[in-house]
Structures are given as C-alpha cells and as structure tokens.
C-alpha cells in the first residue's frame, strides 16, 4: 500500500501536470491572435449590393498599395527552407 507522504506527493504532481497543461494549453490557444487592422475591419463593412456601382465604389475605397509587398513576403515564405 502507498503510504500518505507519497500518496500526497503523488496528487501533487498531478495537480502540477494539470496546471502546466492549463497554462500551455492557454499560451498555445492565444499564440495565433492577432488585432484586427482597420483594412479588416473596412471589409467587413463593404457594400452587400452586386450592383456595379457599389462595387465600383468598394473597390475605389479598398487599399491594394501593400499588395506587392504582402505578395513577396508570402512568396519568401513559401520558398523558404
């Protein structure tokens, strides 16, 4: 039979396992948020016609000046070792 002083010790590193699994699961779950940037946040409120002037009109008050930029950078990321 366990004695009490390992059956305590034992509980305690359960407890302890439980709390590291906690904090990473936690970490692990949080590691992908990222703020919403406003461009996001402007397609969100983008017209829901498919008439060809809101279209027109959302693609004139959409911003593509980073587009390259964001391209490249996917590209690389793609390429990468």
Do not use: C, H
């Not at 396992?17 to 983008?46: C, M």
């Not at 008439?51 to 959409?62: F, H, P, Q, R, W």
């Amino acid at each position: 039979m366990i004695n009490v002083k390992s059956k305590n010790f034992l509980i305690f590193l359960l407890l302890a396992a439980l709390v590291l699994a906690g904090i990473w699961y936690f970490l692990l779950k949080n590691k992908g948020f990222e703020l919403i940037s406003p461009d996001i946040s402007r397609l969100n409120t983008q017209s829901q016609s498919d008439e060809v002037s809101a279209i027109e009109k959302d693609l004139d008050n959409t911003d593509f000046a980073d587009l390259d930029a964001e391209l490249a950078d996917i590209e690389a990321e793609l390429n990468a070792p």
